[in-house]
């Protein structure tokens, strides 16, 4: 299997990330609603807690808009986006016990955690999207801990980056389900 083919194996399967994306969207404005009406700490648990459920959510999104919500056995890619869950999940303990010091920072720190992950994906799916995505997040959580901005700030940026890349890779997936059969009936020939 090419590394091309690997990776539109891997836009197949998982609808080009877009619905983990999104998943991960809803997880934050879960913690945005918990870093408003709640208190910091619930927020922070409510984003921990949420994160165990992207994947899931995600893949059953994946297969209510068409997608396998896997890849195929022997897919490299595969091997390299588990490595990059454990990377995240490696993070998870710093940015918790940075929390524990100064709350407003385990947002900002979640967003360069979060950030570092999508530019993996960027080789995972073969997009350009992906280091966009990673950039801006990485960014939002460097200006946000800057400018030491609130929690519920800091929740809510996520949530809506997420949801606005959610879109954007929603997008671009359909495009590159359309031109897909063609692409496949030419590889045949």
């Given at each position: 299997m090419s590394v091309t083919q690997a990776q539109s194996d891997m836009r197949q399967g998982y609808y080009s990330g877009a619905t983990g994306i999104l998943a991960s969207s809803l997880a934050w404005f879960v913690a945005a609603g918990f870093a408003a009406l709640a208190s910091p700490p619930q927020a922070v648990w409510a984003l921990l807690i949420g994160g165990m459920f992207i994947h899931p959510v995600g893949l059953l999104l994946?297969?209510?808009?068409?997608?396998?919500?896997?890849?195929?056995?022997?897919?490299?890619?595969?091997?390299?986006?588990?490595?990059?869950?454990?990377?995240?999940?490696?993070c998870l303990p710093v940015a918790y016990l940075l929390s524990l010091w100064q709350p407003a920072l385990f947002f900002p720190a979640m967003l360069l955690v979060i950030g570092g992950r999508y530019l993996v994906f960027a080789t995972i799916y073969g997009m350009r999207l992906y280091w966009v995505l990673g950039l801006v997040l990485a960014g939002a959580g460097f200006a946000l801990a800057v400018l030491k901005a609130s929690v519920f700030a800091g929740a809510l940026a996520g949530a809506?980056?997420?949801?606005?890349?959610?879109?954007?890779?929603?997008?671009?997936?359909?495009?590159?389900?359309?031109?897909?059969?063609?692409?496949?009936?030419r590889s045949q020939h």
């Amino acid at each position: 299997m090419s590394v091309t083919q690997a990776q539109s194996d891997m836009r197949q399967g998982y609808y080009s990330g877009a619905t983990g994306i999104l998943a991960s969207s809803l997880a934050w404005f879960v913690a945005a609603g918990f870093a408003a009406l709640a208190s910091p700490p619930q927020a922070v648990w409510a984003l921990l807690i949420g994160g165990m459920f992207i994947h899931p959510v995600g893949l059953l999104l994946c297969r209510l808009l068409g997608s396998r919500g896997s890849h195929e056995k022997g897919n490299p890619l595969g091997l390299l986006a588990g490595a990059s869950t454990f990377w995240l999940i490696f993070c998870l303990p710093v940015a918790y016990l940075l929390s524990l010091w100064q709350p407003a920072l385990f947002f900002p720190a979640m967003l360069l955690v979060i950030g570092g992950r999508y530019l993996v994906f960027a080789t995972i799916y073969g997009m350009r999207l992906y280091w966009v995505l990673g950039l801006v997040l990485a960014g939002a959580g460097f200006a946000l801990a800057v400018l030491k901005a609130s929690v519920f700030a800091g929740a809510l940026a996520g949530a809506v980056l997420e949801a606005v890349f959610a879109i954007a890779c929603v997008v671009q997936h359909r495009r590159f389900a359309a031109i897909m059969p063609a692409r496949e009936r030419r590889s045949q020939h």
